[in-house]
């Protein structure tokens, strides 16, 4: 009777988890949502806009708020075929959807928000379909007389914004939007001096925000770490080793010193996955060969944050700060994964005798499942 519950427990602990990863398992790279980078220019009469963007989730009509793929979304069919279009036929599409897009971009000036002109529209020619294609929307506004400050931002809709004001020296502003919300009052024609500790914080929320809940990979593999063991000593020794490793490539590849294609990269970051999951199973204890693997595998990871922080589009003048940050707050939300994991199993079962057999070891076969299933995703679809 207590092996039947017990196995019973582990069969619905295992099921949830498997669930859970396979809901995440089926991003494909060409539907990832990226942050828009937006360069702006304050003058004394007028605001000038370059936005970097996937504009085709704009004139599908999609809600990106809190979305992770557009592959989730009602109007992905609307998505795939807006992709496929030549620019010609997309800009055609844009400038039809112009007047709904232009009510959801915000440049307040004194409490009065003032309406975007459309100055052009650059589209990438020869899309590939494996990645979004990348299009600059240029908008402009005249700004009435007087020296009230511009904030800028545009609908929740239309997913994170990164802005950057240019022209305007060493502390020009650089925000990272979300949720609709306006930047800071940017005064015309002159820089507004931002702290380092605004950008500091920022990134910090958004390292931890790769991790929890965008990251599912990364969190994929600091599980396969937690469930190798729930001793502090080689789990302290695992999570260090992939730290050093990741911060090291991070800053590397955000420095272009090192570049690896995306294409190599994130089919290792699969295997990796897969491996710690392997390994798990197996039950190797030799701690010193697992914590050097886990160091190269955190390499590999590291260049995977690179492209993400990449497109928030950081200044070289904050470029130090805002890595620091991002850094720390994905550490924050490797942690958080950790935490959670030994609240939801390590603390009630880490103890029993079944834990390994039950547990741990059908975590681990999900862990390696789904990264192998990436793997393949990853270099053949």
Do not use: K, W
């Given at each position: 009777?207590?092996?039947?519950?017990?196995?019973?427990?582990?069969?619905?602990?295992?099921?949830?988890?498997?669930?859970?990863?396979?809901?995440?398992?089926?991003?494909?790279?060409?539907?990832?949502?990226?942050?828009?980078?937006?360069?702006?220019?304050?003058?004394?009469?007028?605001?000038?806009?370059?936005?970097?963007?996937?504009?085709?989730?704009?004139?599908?009509?999609?809600?990106?708020?809190?979305?992770?793929?557009?592959?989730?979304?009602?109007?992905?069919?609307?998505?795939?075929?807006?992709?496929?279009?030549?620019?010609e036929a997309l800009r055609a599409a844009f400038e039809g959807a112009w007047p709904r897009i232009q009510?959801?971009?915000?440049?307040?000036?004194?409490?009065?928000?003032?309406?975007?002109?459309?100055?052009?529209?650059?589209?990438?020619?020869?899309?590939d379909l494996e990645l979004p294609r990348d299009t600059t929307l240029t908008l402009r506004a005249d700004l009435p007389m007087g020296d009230a400050p511009v904030q800028i931002g545009w609908s929740a809709s239309y997913g994170e914004l990164v802005l950057r004001q240019v022209g305007g020296g060493a502390d020009a502003y650089q925000g990272f939007l979300t949720n609709g919300e306006l930047s800071a009052p940017l005064p015309r024609g002159t820089a507004l001096s931002e702290g380092a500790w605004p950008v500091f914080t920022r990134y910090v929320v958004a390292g931890f925000e790769h991790i929890i809940p965008l990251g599912i990979d990364h969190i994929l593999f600091v599980l396969g770490l937690f469930f190798f063991s729930l001793r502090l000593k080689p789990l302290l020794l695992q999570v260090s080793a992939f730290t050093l490793a990741h911060t090291i490539t991070l800053a590397l590849a955000s420095l272009e010193i090192v570049r690896v294609p995306a294409s190599v990269v994130e089919p290792l970051i699969a295997a990796s996955i897969v491996y710690v999951g392997v390994e798990n199973i197996l039950g190797r204890e030799n701690l010193s060969a697992r914590t050097a693997l886990v160091f190269g595998f955190g390499l590999l990871h590291g260049l995977g944050f690179a492209s993400v922080l990449g497109d928030f589009g950081i200044t070289a003048d904050r470029f130090g700060v805002a890595l620091v940050g991002f850094n720390i707050g994905v550490e924050f939300g490797q942690l958080a994964v950790i935490g959670l994991a030994f609240l939801a199993v390590g603390l009630w079962f880490g103890k029993r005798d079944w834990y390994r057999p039950f547990i741990a070891i059908p975590a681990s076969v999900v862990i390696s499942a789904i990264g192998a299933y990436w793997v393949v995703e990853r270099t053949l679809l």
């Open positions: 009777m207590i092996l039947r519950r017990v196995l019973s427990n582990s069969s619905n602990i295992t099921f949830l988890l498997a669930m859970l990863c396979l809901m995440f398992s089926t991003s494909a790279r060409a539907h990832e949502i990226r942050p828009a980078v937006a360069d702006v220019s304050v003058t004394a009469d007028a605001v000038e806009m370059s936005i970097s963007l996937t504009l085709e989730p704009l004139i599908a009509g999609i809600n990106l708020a809190g979305l992770e793929n557009t592959n989730d979304a009602p109007e992905a069919l609307i998505y795939d075929q807006l992709r496929a279009q030549s620019p009510d959801n971009i915000q440049i307040i000036v004194d409490g009065v928000t003032l309406p975007p002109e459309f100055v052009g529209v650059s589209i990438t020619p020869n899309p």
